[in-house]
């Protein structure tokens, strides 16, 4: 069986058996995020505490990502991915039991995000260049759109299933099915041929971090590119404080509502992820500036709303948009950088990509404990639109395409 041209990387058999696996797994994950969501909610009634627990899950990133990077040019990535799947599905499993022995207090759950904070920085880089080791290089670009489908196709899934499971069983469930998601990925790179360490380098670590982001900054148009992606990363991917707190206190529904939520937001992202791996190149500057704005744009839309159709609608569109941004700049920075450096590049890409995260959750936790989360929607939908003015006359300055 041949895919067509939009699914071409599918047709390499390393890549379709690490794609499938991680659909499984990135199911699993999305079902955790949720089940971990609601179960602070439970324990806490605090927006401020689920922001800082969300805080913790990415904290590590960025502290941590640009040495990530630098692991990532040294170490063998399937030897990375297989360190780090193993640690993800011990945390999940540590969650599940702790939840079903009664034992399980708010401290416990900060923990264990911090932990898997800590392994996401590492993981994140080495996943990256990954998938770029699987395939060609003019099958780059669609095998990076592809594994953004495949991330978001899961939070479709992931959410709307885990609700299920939350409202009937508990979050336990959701939590062991995580484990198993990541023993299915491990099985999976076990199959697949081992891959060569790159090299390795007699600069410092130090020297290398510097050698990475300098390259990465002062490549156009990556930086400009970046800065898009940072007030989209700042303003919009919030979505675990958001999308719960619109469940629960703005449309009264409970965890079947909220995951039937995270699954539209999936729907939308899936579309934009499979829109950019149908193009022969990545998106340019302007086109992310402007889906950024978009993107920026049903923020402030769904600050003002109050019944679950429109709600819907804008989150799709919210998906598409975001998605469609990343998935452009991880391409741009896939194709653009040089082997040697590509881990440290994509390390650049993780840092503000998820890095940026535990300071925005916590700011969007704190403005939604004292004013709530429609105003807080409303804040980082208007601060973004600003960012991106800001971005476009600083383009038009230098010249940027």
């Given amino acids: 069986m041949r895919f067509p041209s939009g699914f071409r ?11 499938a696996a991680q659909l499984v797994a990135q199911t699993g994950s999305w079902m955790h995020s949720v089940a971990q969501s609601w179960l602070v909610l439970q324990l806490t009634n605090s927006p401020l505490k689920l922001g800082f627990i969300a805080t913790l899950s990415f904290g590590p990133i960025l ?6 990077g630098v692991v990532a040019d040294r170490v063998p990535h399937r030897t990375l991915l297989l360190a780090t799947q193993t640690a993800f599905a011990g945390q999940a499993l540590a969650l599940g039991l702790l939840v079903w022995s009664g034992q399980a207090v708010y401290w416990h759950v900060g923990a264990l995000a911090l932990l898997g904070g800590f392994v996401s920085a590492l993981d994140g880089p080495v996943r990256q260049v990954f998938v770029a080791d699987l395939v060609a290089r003019d099958d780059v670009v669609n095998a990076v759109a592809l594994n953004s489908a495949a991330f978001n196709g899961a939070r479709i899934i992931g959410p709307a299933v885990g609700g299920l499971i939350i409202g009937r069983f508990g979050v336990v469930p959701a939590f062991l099915v995580n484990c198993a998601g990541f023993l299915v990925v491990i099985a999976a790179l076990l199959a697949l041929a081992a891959r060569q360490a790159p090299p390795r380098r007699r600069a410092g670590v130090l020297a290398q971090i510097v050698e990475g982001v300098r390259y990465t900054v002062r490549t156009p148009p990556l930086g400009t590119i970046l800065l898009v992606l940072a007030v989209v990363s700042w303003c919009v991917f919030n979505f675990s404080v958001y ?12 965890a079947e509502g909220f995951g039937f939520l995270m699954a539209a937001l999936g729907v939308g992202a899936v579309i934009g992820a499979l829109t950019v791996g149908t193009r022969a190149r990545e998106p340019g500057v302007g086109a992310m500036l402007a889906l950024a704005a978009v993107a920026c744009t049903m923020l402030v839309g769904l600050a003002s709303i109050r019944s679950v159709p429109p709600v819907v609608a804008l989150l799709l569109v919210t998906g598409f948009t975001g998605i469609a941004v990343t998935a452009g700049c991880n391409t741009a920075l896939q194709l653009r950088s040089a082997d040697s450096l590509r881990g440290r590049v994509m390390s650049v890409y993780t840092l503000i990509g998820s890095g940026m995260f535990p300071l925005s959750a916590f700011t969007v936790g704190a403005i939604a404990q004292a004013w709530g989360v429609s105003v807080a929607l409303a804040i980082q939908g208007i601060a973004g639109l600003t960012a991106l003015a800001a971005i476009a006359a600083r383009r ?5 395409r």
Avoid: I, Y
């Fill in 396 to 400: 038009r300055a230098v010249g940027v």
């Fill in 63 to 68: 502290l941590f990502s640009l040495l990530s």
């Fill in 9 to 19: 990387a599918l047709n390499l058999a390393e890549f379709r058996l690490f794609f």
């Fill in 243 to 254: 999308v719960p707190l619109l469940a629960r206190d703005v449309l009264h529904l409970g």
